[in-house]
């Protein structure tokens, strides 16, 4: 049984791991770098270890310095949240040897599953759909050319080892095939080593669907219904619903089978999501699976009413899933946004800084994971991630109104925020009707970064504020008069008590 | 007591009519507004107009005089323009030349690469320098063609938001 827990991560998802773990009644370790001695995951642990420079490669990053924490505080299992070391097998094998519990999946699904063409051989020997394409990486530039013949542009060229769009060409025109392919390799050949490339259809207007998985160590496997993260901007997803408003009844149970079935070709136990991207006449297919806890995994949990870090510590323990598929029924509607520190009027600039005030929104329905508080700095070194809001509504209208309370409600100063970008997208009317794919914010990006219409009295209201603040510190430095200068001489104050002491 | 204030690329003229205790008159570009005003929280002003509720939240800049003031839907960008910021706006004019030639880090990061020299000859739209923050790197190009006459930063150090780092003339 696990008795003490590390958490080889930081933010939001440490915290929340921390928060299950205290419910279980399980001590809990964090690891930190220089720059998050004051971050809350350190304050929050009942035990914290030091593990180096700010720079995430020289820390989070560390294996040798993770494993060496948990054996110097006894702790017997490692969580690794999300990013970091949560999809690096060598990590989870070195877990292994050295005895302590990885929590999540084996290191043979983590492998199988984090290369692309290995996972697309596996998928279409389970039966899953995948987009049609390749099945194995090209070889030749008359492969390439005949396969493109044989599927029709618009095609996708995508590296093996692939990820964050890197080594990725949209060929729209058959002429273009050999100068992308050739643009394609020597990408993944710089960004992961290795110039395996492979071809897929491109799917217009798709949409982005996942599943959640979970499995146990005794061949259970689950599916916990669908989340639809078609709202993104540079690959990055910035607002998560369940359920779709795309998917119908049919289609959603058909998609949670395949899902199933994807876990079950890699004997998959621990919490997973099976990706699938989807075109408007609901033709779905295998995309990737993340062996890990997802950032958006809380929409889930409050559909679907399931912890899912206790699941997965129950699973690393050893116990069964105490339920079936049968039992999971989705309730109400969900909606999550991702709250970044960046400035949507100035191209989504990161802004890192001191938090100077916040107030966080609550109510009826209202989930805040987050990790700042007031006068903390956000370290330019990690994540722009600063929380996640997740609301929960008896319908979609009514997760959607919550939402715009919510939000409204949500004040950080101090750092540039999305929260006024995500509130607009829930004024959207497309938003507002379900009709959105992956383009959904290049369509309306205008729209959702004007700012409304207001007539000048809005400015001038700004002026006068201004003006105020101005002549209220004014007022404040005047009225305190001349502050002792640093640069006093110390003769000259010793010299002044002594003549006080002296009368 | 009037003052001056740039907000965006406008500069409205503000003057404090009359005070008495919230109630507060203005004049802001020959508008009166009869208002009560209240700081409800730290940085939030609760105003009340003509019977309407407005929230406006003012944020201290990384300068002295410089705000950015945020209502419900909008977000302005405004400086106090007194005397003394008449002052150091010509004496920065002097040093470092027009402000549009001036290449300034909006954020705090750290300096990854700087693709010019001194002395070299740039172009409109070149990328003079490359800023890291948060995973993100941002590249930051020149406005209009010119010489690069200072570099104030190298490769690998930190910068502080609204630092000078580089000069084209």
């Known amino acids: 049984m696990i008795r003490k827990v590390l958490v080889a991560n930081r933010g939001e998802i440490a915290v929340r791991v921390m928060r299950s773990c205290r419910e279980l009644g399980i001590p809990t370790v964090a690891v930190y770098s220089e720059a998050d001695r004051k971050a809350m995951h350190v304050r929050y642990a009942d035990e914290a270890v030091f593990i180096g420079p700010s720079p995430s490669q020289e820390s989070y990053l560390v294996i040798d310095k993770i494993i060496a924490a948990a054996k110097q505080t006894g702790a017997d299992a490692i969580h690794p949240g999300y990013g970091f070391l949560s999809e690096n097998a060598g990590f989870a094998q070195r877990c292994a040897d050295e005895g302590i519990i990885f929590i999540g999946p084996s290191p043979y699904a983590i492998n199988t599953m984090g290369d692309k063409i290995t996972a697309r051989k596996t998928m279409i020997a389970a039966g899953v759909p995948v987009v049609p394409g390749t099945e194995s990486a090209i070889t030749s530039d008359e492969e390439a050319l005949a396969i493109i013949e044989r599927i029709g542009v618009p095609v996708m060229i995508k590296a093996s080892a692939g990820g964050g769009g890197k080594g990725m060409r949209l060929v729209k025109d058959p002429k273009d095939v050999l100068s992308s392919l050739r643009a394609a390799r020597s990408e993944a050949r710089a960004a992961f080593g290795d110039d395996a490339v492979y071809i897929e259809k491109y799917i217009n207007s798709p949409h982005h669907i996942e599943y959640q998985i979970l499995g146990d160590q005794h061949g259970n496997i689950v599916h916990l219904f669908e989340r639809e993260c078609s709202v993104q901007r540079r690959h990055q997803k910035v607002v998560e619903e369940t359920p779709s408003p795309l998917l119908t009844p049919e289609v959603r149970a058909e998609m949670g089978r395949h899902a199933v079935a994807a876990a079950a070709a890699v004997n998959y136990y621990g919490a997973g999501t099976i990706e699938f991207i989807v075109d408007e006449q609901l033709n779905y297919y295998f995309l990737e699976m993340n062996t890990r806890l997802q950032v958006e995994h809380p929409i889930t949990e409050r559909v679907v009413g399931v912890d899912l870090v206790k699941q997965q510590i129950n699973i690393a323990n050893g116990g069964k899933l105490p339920f079936r598929q049968d039992d999971l029924v989705q309730r109400g509607h969900a909606i999550e946004c991702r709250i970044y520190a960046e400035d949507p009027d100035r191209n989504f600039m990161p802004s890192p800084g001191v938090i100077r005030h916040i107030t966080e929104p609550l109510g009826l329905g209202v989930r805040h994971d987050g990790y700042v508080y007031e006068g903390y700095e956000i370290p330019m070194y990690y994540d722009p991630m600063i929380s996640k809001l997740v609301v929960w509504g008896s319908d979609r209208d009514d997760a959607i109104r919550r939402m715009r309370r919510a939000l409204y409600e949500y004040k950080i100063t101090g750092v540039k925020t999305s929260i006024k970008f995500l509130e607009r997208i829930m004024e959207n009317k497309a938003f507002a009707e379900g009709s959105y794919n992956t383009h959904f914010i290049e369509e309306h990006l205008e729209e959702l970064t004007t700012s409304r219409e207001c007539d000048r009295t809005c400015e001038d209201l700004a002026v006068i504020t201004a003006f105020l603040d101005h002549t209220n510190r004014l007022a404040a430095a005047s009225v305190k008069g001349p502050e002792a200068s640093p640069k006093d001489s110390p003769w000259k104050s010793f010299g002044r008590r002594n003549s006080i002491n002296r009368l | ?169």
């Open chain 2, 1 to 169: 007591m009037a003052l001056e204030v740039r907000i965006g690329k406008r500069l409205a003229k503000v003057q404090l009519l009359n005070r008495e205790g919230d109630r507060m008159k203005f004049e802001v570009d020959g508008r009166t507004y009869d208002l009560d005003m209240v700081e409800v929280e730290p940085g939030i002003w609760s105003i009340l107009y003509r019977g309407k509720s407005f929230n406006l939240e003012i944020i201290p800049g990384s300068k002295p005089k410089n705000y950015t003031v945020n209502t419900l839907f909008q977000s302005y960008e405004a400086d106090i323009v007194d005397a003394e910021a008449k002052y150091m706006e010509a004496r920065d004019k002097a040093a470092f030349g027009e402000a549009s030639n001036r290449i300034l880090s909006p954020m705090p990061g750290k300096v990854v690469r700087i693709p010019v020299a001194i002395g070299q000859e740039v172009k409109a739209g070149e990328t003079v320098i490359i800023v890291s923050a948060m995973k993100m790197e941002s590249e930051f190009k020149a406005a209009a063609d010119g010489v690069v006459r200072e570099i104030f930063v190298k490769e690998g150090d930190t910068v502080d938001g609204n630092q000078v780092l580089i000069v084209i003339e």
